[in-house]
């Protein structure tokens, strides 16, 4: 099973690239469903308008993602008239795919994370607060901190934490990785503009 990271960016496109986003990535869960590829959206930047996102970040995982991927990876073009601008002219609208396999992307190092414990609150009376079950972690590099009181074990709401904070740190990589790519994808959006990956002729959005 591999394990990708995929995100779709509008650059600094106009609120129809934004709209763009939210169609491709409608597409893209379609048809990973149909190929039996799992896909998660980890996050979704709204954009101004109702139905638009800036970016959509996702997790896919399947045996057969290499090909998914390589269909998707680049620059689409989507054909369609302006839903917001009726008389606009232009009809064609640009955004961006990249993606990252898991593997490559993770660095993470348990030595970059601080545990501390600490009292749990909440329901559960007077035995909740008498021990520090709690566990709160800290990724140092990013500053990214989670806490964990689910249950009355300290070890395994340190496990619980360790693997949250590994989620989310992983969640922080892509985002560093994205914003870079997000700029080469701009600095260069001429030329890959002009080569699109993939063709969508939609008439309206």
């Given amino acids: ?6 995100q779709i960016t509008s ?3 106009p609120a129809e690239c934004c709209r763009v986003v939210a169609c491709v990535q409608s ?7 149909q190929q039996c590829i799992q896909m ?3 996050e979704n930047k709204g954009g101004e308008l109702n139905g638009t996102l800036l970016s959509a970040t996702m ?4 045996n057969n993602l290499d090909a998914f991927v390589k269909e998707w990876k680049g620059t689409i073009q989507w054909i369609a008239q302006s839903p917001y601008r009726k008389y606009h002219k232009r009809k064609n609208w640009f955004v961006g795919v990249a993606a990252f396999d898991v593997k490559e992307l993770m660095q993470w190092n348990p030595k970059d994370v601080k545990l501390e414990t600490c009292r749990s609150s909440g329901p559960g009376g007077q035995n909740v607060n008498k021990v520090e079950t709690a566990v709160r972690g800290t990724h140092l590099p990013s500053g990214i901190q989670v806490m964990a009181m689910d249950t009355r074990s300290q070890l395994e709401n ?3 934490c360790l693997a949250r904070l590994e989620a989310k740190a992983m969640v922080w990589q892509t985002q560093q990785l994205i914003e870079q790519q997000q700029s080469q994808w701009q600095e260069h959006n001429a030329l890959e503009r002009g080569n699109p990956v993939k ?6 959005f």
């Fill in 40 to 42: 998660e959206v980890l």
């Fill in 27 to 33: 597409l893209m869960m379609k048809q990973a469903k």
């Fill in 1 to 6: 099973m591999k394990k990708m990271m995929i």
């Fill in 59 to 62: 997790m896919a995982v399947g």
């Fill in 199 to 204: 063709t969508i002729k939609a008439g309206l």
């Fill in 158 to 160: 340190k496990k619980l």
């Fill in 11 to 13: 650059g600094k496109g």
